[in-house]
């Protein structure tokens, strides 16, 4: 069965600084991943895909894949208090697949 | 555009009784999916269909759930009867084609089963 983990957290970080969010997947054969976030009470938005090796810059948002540790990281520089939600990482497989979830890591920014 | 439309947003039920989620997918999406998420399991696939048809029904907890596609732009999820432990939020996605990227969501149904 495909696992997805993320730690729950919370990751709490002051106004500014870099808040570093972690996955990590099961399955190899994973080619698309893909960074969500949701707020409380909320439903889940997609912010962020990756599918090579390395680095993808959006604005405040870094998405990192490292395909060969099964591992996909996201960077929020200059966070902010309304960055604060959970971040759910989802990993698919190669053709007509469905996403695989994590459980989300909540992430608190304070002012 | 409107988005994914879901229906009730809060629904609080009896155990024993039928319950009915509804969604209405982006127009010219043809996939959808039905998920569940719970503060212990997370978001879990149910059930997802291609171009209305059903392709893969295995998180469907128990023979209590179903659900239909009739057409390309409605979708129910069926629980009969309901249980406590179906308490969740039931969220409904659609994406373009089933080999695309990413979900757009529904705002979800907060089921309450008491």
């Known amino acids: 069965q495909k696992e997805v983990e993320q730690n729950s957290g919370p990751l709490s970080v002051p106004e500014g600084a870099i808040a570093s969010l972690n996955c990590t997947y099961s399955?190899?054969?994973?080619?698309?991943f893909f960074w969500y976030r949701q707020y409380s009470g909320k439903s889940p938005e997609l912010i962020m895909s990756?599918?090579?090796?390395g680095d993808k810059e959006d604005g405040r948002f870094t998405a990192q894949l490292n395909k060969a540790s099964q591992y996909v990281s996201l960077l929020i520089r200059d966070s902010q208090p309304s960055d604060s939600a959970t971040y759910l990482c989802?990993?698919?497989?190669?053709?007509?697949?469905?996403?695989?979830f994590g459980k989300g890591t909540m992430l608190l920014v304070s002012p | 555009d409107a988005g994914v439309i879901q229906s009730p947003r809060h629904e609080v039920t009896e155990m024993g009784q039928e319950v009915t989620l509804r969604c209405k997918p982006i127009?010219?999406?043809?996939?959808l999916f039905w998920y569940r998420q719970t503060m212990m399991r997370g978001l879990e696939l149910l059930i997802y269909f291609n171009n209305n048809v059903p392709i893969d029904d295995s998180g469907m907890p128990e023979d209590r759930f179903s659900a239909k596609m009739p057409n390309a732009s409605f979708s129910t999820l069926k629980i009969q009867p309901s249980e406590p432990r179906d308490s969740a939020v039931y969220f409904c996605?659609?994406?373009?084609?089933?080999?695309?990227?990413?979900?757009?969501f529904g705002s979800g149904t907060r089921l309450t089963v008491v």
């Open positions: 990756i599918y090579s090796n």
């Open positions: 996605a659609s994406t373009i084609y089933l080999g695309g990227s990413g979900y757009t």
């Open positions: 989802a990993v698919k497989d190669s053709g007509y697949s469905t996403l695989t």
């Open positions: 127009s010219g999406h043809n996939s």
């Open positions: 399955d190899r054969g994973s080619q698309s």
